[in-house]
């Protein structure tokens, strides 16, 4: 049974830092993909950055240059360095992994429960 397990999630004031934490159980860090996405009070859930074991990562524009994804594979721990926070970060984050679902094929994504983040000015 797969699990994500969150951590890290907060209040901070505009300008601060926090380090998000996703423990993955059950899965093998592989083929397919982990990252994290965020849904901000009235927003759809958006992706805010992902990973591959190949080095690859992506995110969204508006978190260039202030957060970095990192996946740790002693641990299997997914990680998000948040910099320079702003008050349109806030929102719940949630680890996300794909699913494998045969070889060479990824499907849709298992979830953490997600972590709560709060930016105040």
């Known amino acids: 049974q797969v699990q994500l397990v969150e951590s890290g999630g907060g209040s901070v004031q505009a300008g601060g830092s926090l380090k998000l934490s996703c423990v993955a159980s059950g899965y093998v860090f592989s083929r397919c993909k982990m990252g994290w996405y965020r849904q901000a009070p009235g927003k759809e859930r958006e992706l805010v950055s992902m990973?591959?074991?190949?080095?690859?990562?992506t995110y969204a524009d508006s978190v260039k240059g202030r957060f970095t994804i990192s996946h740790d594979n002693a641990k299997n721990t997914l990680y998000l360095q948040m910099d320079s926070l702003k008050t349109e970060d806030t929102a719940v984050y949630y680890c996300?992994?794909?699913?494998?679902?045969?070889?060479?094929?990824?499907?849709?994504?298992?979830w953490g429960q997600g972590t709560q983040v709060i930016v105040s000015s």
């Open positions: 990973i591959s074991t190949f080095g690859t990562t």
């Open positions: 996300a992994a794909e699913r494998p679902l045969l070889v060479g094929l990824c499907g849709n994504n298992y």
